[in-house]
């Protein structure tokens, strides 16, 4: 059963250019979060998504900042005209279910993005 | 969102038990308590989670304090491959899915 697939791992952009992660669930996994991982801090969340549905974006900066997980196809952060702030290790995990019960996420190898 | 202290470093031995500890004494009756693990350069791995009563998987145990206000992951037998930063995590109510990872313990095990 593969895991949570990533990709790319490694992303380098320069100033101003858009940047677009990519996560695929596991298998049967419905549910989507992403994290960031600042230098030498801890990881932060920042979005919830499910099919078609963003849940909760609490943690998503106000501005240049998306996040989408359609029908068909892996969830997408797509992050326009990033600065070097935007430097940071990404993760994506899945879940299987919610239901107001806490639940086990799976954590993919992250994409480290480097804005030049 | 309540917080958890946890040691920066400890060391252990391979084959020994590991006892990691985690204070988190604002937590609220409806907090659950996650244990995650990061190895350098990878995703975090789930760990354990528990709510009020002590748990037991094939990874670890979780023993949760009566009160609640601290709890211990116990590593039984620990290996090389153990080694890593180890998050306790309280996650509230109605949003258990936002984990806020703090600083964690970095686990150091001997061979």
């Known amino acids: 059963n593969a895991g949570v697939m990533q990709n790319p791992r490694h992303l380098v952009r320069r100033r101003g250019q858009e940047a677009r992660l990519r996560c695929s669930p596991m298998k049967g996994h419905s549910h989507v979060y992403w994290y960031r991982q600042l230098p030498e801090e801890g990881l932060k969340f920042m979005v919830y998504?499910?099919?078609?549905?963003?849940?909760?974006e609490s943690g998503m900066p106000k501005e240049r900042f998306s996040a989408e997980f359609p029908k068909e196809g892996p969830s997408i952060l797509r992050i326009q005209q990033v600065v070097r702030g935007d430097s940071a290790a990404y993760f994506c995990?899945?879940?299987?279910?919610?239901?107001?019960?806490?639940?086990?996420?799976?954590f993919g190898p992250g994409t480290r993005l480097t804005v030049t | 969102d309540a917080k958890t202290t946890q040691p920066n470093s400890m060391e252990s031995n391979e084959e020994e038990p590991v006892h990691l500890p985690c204070n988190h004494s604002t937590i609220s009756g409806t907090d659950y308590i996650h244990w995650y693990r990061q190895l350098p350069s990878q995703g975090p791995e789930y760990v354990i989670h528990g709510l009020t009563s002590n748990v037991n998987n094939r990874m670890a145990s979780l023993a949760i304090a009566e009160d609640r206000k601290s709890s211990t992951l116990i590593l039984h037998r620990a290996t090389l491959r153990d080694a890593a930063v180890y998050y306790c995590?309280?996650?509230?109510?109605?949003?258990?899915?936002?984990?806020?990872f703090g600083k964690g313990t970095l686990l150091t095990v001997n061979p």
């Open positions: 995590i309280l996650s509230s109510g109605g949003s258990n899915y936002k984990l806020t």
């Open positions: 995990a899945s879940s299987l279910s919610v239901a107001g019960i806490s639940y086990e996420q799976y």
């Open positions: 998504l499910q099919k078609e549905n963003i849940i909760d």
